[in-house]
């Protein structure tokens, strides 16, 4: 029997089909997303979350292992991503360049502040993490590339939302896509905005356990030749190190990193 806590994975049918399209395409790549968001499932499970018929959804999972795109552990009969997966995911993030030559600075960027340094980049309405400098501290925040987080609830999100399009905020507000996460989540449409206008005046964001209890972020735009924000540079961890009292100077070194991305591209600051 599927276990009930476990994360649900994307609806069937929940991109609308649009003419020309292949099915069977369609099919393998709504399995990958399911995988790739829950990891570790059962073919029982991959069927009943996908809503597919376990034999047709076999006859995919197997189609993918050949190519190497997932795979499957002997021991559990649970389905994973495979390596392939993760050569095409890497050929993506090669594309712009942008994680090579932010590597340097945010090892740079973790050694100065002792926490956890990730860059990430917008994709629709949420953030996805393409590349991360572990600190070495026990207890340190995580977020491995291919992690998405949303934009109205996290560091890099929001650095995005603020020096973005302003009707972005409002097809998320009206989509209903602010969830609230912890007590602290800006699910009010004002009230969020409000918060971008201080981003934009001060140049760093920050995320106050708005996503997760007990972990606070700071982050920083980077900016493309025409002046748009395309990523952003963050620190991240426990909420006892990243002390309030410490956020205006832990977020001029922030800003400062991030501009410094945004030089090496050849971006400009607005």
Known sequence: MADPTRRRGRPRKSVPEAPGTVQALDRALDLLDLLAGAPG????????QAGQPP????????????RGMVESDPA??????GPQAFRLGSAFMRRSGIVER?????????????????????????????SQVETQETIRAFFPPGTSSPLHASGIGKALLAFGPAQDLQAMAQGGELTRFTDKTLTDPAALEADLARIRQRGFSFDDEEKTRGMRC???PVFDLSKEAIAGVSVSGPSHRIAVEHVQALGAVVAAAAASLTEIMGGKTP
């Open 41 to 48: 499932l059962t073919l029982s499970e991959v069927a009943e």
């Open 102 to 130: 932010a590597r340097p600075v945010l090892r740079q960027l973790m050694q100065h502040s002792g926490e956890t340094a990730n860059l990430g980049i917008l994709q629709g309405n949420t953030v996805l993490f393409v």
């Open 55 to 66: 034999s047709t959804v076999h006859r995919v999972l197997h189609t993918l292992a050949l």
């Open 218 to 220: 700071i982050a920083a």
């Open 76 to 81: 559990t009969q649970a389905w994973n991503i």
